[in-house]
T-cell receptor, first 113, second 113 residues
């Protein structure tokens, strides 16, 4: 069985300040981990993925995440928030391959000017 | 850039009615999925489909649900007799053979009254 816990339902930052969205996972096997973003009225877009290669993963729009097995964490970071980053972010886990995705509850990122 | 499309964007139906939600996956993708998100809750896996058959389904996907790929391009989710608790956002996703990334559509919001 696998599960994901997103520790914050909402995160508020000012434009230009760093972003940290926290995610912890539980998986019986070596997991694949993803971050998806959902802008209002849009589909889920993949930001980045970890699939047992490098533990520091770079994604689109300046986001990155680090897989830490000892802490069972996969936190998402960005050095400097932009207004367009305001959206809902989902941490997702799956077994390797084409297996189903298990989603966290999501974190709403609010960016103020 | 190719994308997954879903129609309609919003469907309102009365309890007990049948609904069909439609998805057009990306054309060279071979794996297809349905997920749903009840308002305020996690995105949940419903079913995966490969090679014209269901490969995996969740407990949610009971006899009221069925999926079909009727014509080689569409991928449909049918709910035979809708209940109030079927009200949710339904997401379709697809993946290609050599990449585990699932590409999501914008979703169909189903409202059962």
């Amino acid at each position: 069985a696998q599960s994901v816990t997103q520790l914050d339902s909402h995160v508020s930052v000012s434009e230009g300040t760093p972003v940290l969205l926290r995610c912890n996972y539980s998986s019986s096997y070596s997991p694949s981990l993803f971050w998806y973003v959902q802008h209002p009225n849009k589909g889920l877009q993949l930001l980045l993925k970890y699939t047992s290669a490098a533990t520091l993963v770079k994604g689109i729009n300046g986001f990155e995440a680090e897989f830490k097995k000892s802490e069972t964490s996969f936190h998402l970071t960005k050095p400097s928030a932009h207004m367009s980053d305001a959206a809902e972010y989902f941490c997702v886990v799956s077994l390797e391959g084409y297996s189903t995705l298990t989603f966290g509850k999501g974190t709403m990122l609010l960016v103020s000017p | 850039e190719p994308e997954v499309t879903q129609t309609p964007s919003h469907q309102v139906t009365q309890m007990g009615q049948e609904v069909i939600l439609r998805c057009v996956p990306i054309s060279n993708h071979l794996y297809f999925y349905w997920y749903r998100q009840i308002l305020g809750q996690k995105v949940e896996f419903l079913v995966s489909f490969y090679n014209n058959e269901i490969s995996e389904k969740s407990e949610i996907f009971d006899d009221q649900f069925s999926v079909e790929r009727p014509d080689g391009s569409n991928f449909t989710l049918k709910i035979r007799s809708t209940k109030l608790e079927d009200s949710a956002m339904y997401f379709c996703a697809s993946a290609k053979l050599d990449d585990y990334e699932q590409y999501f559509g914008p979703g169909t919001r189903l409202t059962v009254t």
